[in-house]
Structures are given as structure tokens and as C-alpha cells.
């Protein structure tokens, strides 16, 4: 069973920088591929960055140039560095991972990024 939990969300302003962790209990060899995604009240949870190994990366237009999604297989842990953060960035990030084998699809609890001056 693969458990996903993520943090390093919070308060910034306008402008500013997070860094989210999305740690993986069990074996993350076995989720082909990984993404972030973030959800505001009232809309539909959107892609924001996916990476599938290590080179096959894709990201939302409205971060790309700014935030950078990674994973450190020694540590079961992808990453999401958030730059230049706008208040449009507000939401809740979920951390998600897929094992093509049998489609199973797991998601985090969530970690809220507020980005208001």
C-alpha cells in the first residue's frame, strides 16, 4: 500500500517562495508517474506539474518559468518549488501518484498554500 503526504504549505506574499514535499511511504519505484495538483473552492482540481522517471516533465501554463517539480528517489520524496508566487496560486496542493500497473491512483491529504500581501 503507497501512502502520499505532503507539506511545506503556508502563508507568503506576492512574490515570494515555497518549497512542497510530497513524501511516499512505500516503494516509489512502483508510481510511473507523479504530479501536484491544486484545487480552489467552487472549481475542479487542475494539473499543475507532473514527472514521469525523471525527463518526462509537463506543467500548467500559468507556472511554467516558475515552479519546478522533482523527486528524489533515495529520499521517496517529490518536491515542488514554488516561485515568483501570485495570489491566483492560492489553493490546496494535492500530491498525486499513478501505477499504470492495474491504474491505481493515489492522492495526499492536501497542504494549503495562501499567497495574499
Known amino acids: 500500500q503507497v501512502q502520499l503526504v505532503e507539506s511545506g504549505g503556508g502563508l507568503v506574499q506576492p512574490g515570494g517562495s515555497l518549497r512542497l514535499s510530497c513524501v511516499v511511504s512505500?516503494?516509489?519505484?512502483?508510481?510511473?508517474?507523479m504530479a501536484w495538483h491544486r484545487q480552489v473552492p467552487g472549481k475542479q482540481r487542475e494539473l499543475v506539474a507532473a514527472?514521469?522517471?525523471?525527463?518526462?516533465?509537463e506543467y500548467a501554463e500559468s507556472v511554467k518559468g516558475r515552479f519546478t517539480i522533482s523527486r528524489d528517489s533515495a529520499k521517496n520524496t517529490m518536491y515542488l518549488q514554488m516561485n515568483s508566487l501570485k495570489p491566483e496560486d492560492t489553493g490546496i496542493y494535492y500530491c498525486?501518484?499513478?501505477?499504470?500497473?492495474?491504474?491505481?491512483?493515489?492522492w495526499g491529504q492536501g497542504t494549503q498554500v495562501t499567497v495574499s500581501s
Open positions: 498525486n501518484g499513478l501505477r499504470v500497473l492495474g491504474l491505481q491512483t493515489y
Open positions: 512505500g516503494n516509489i519505484f512502483i508510481l510511473n508517474r
Open positions: 514527472i514521469a522517471g525523471n525527463t518526462t516533465i
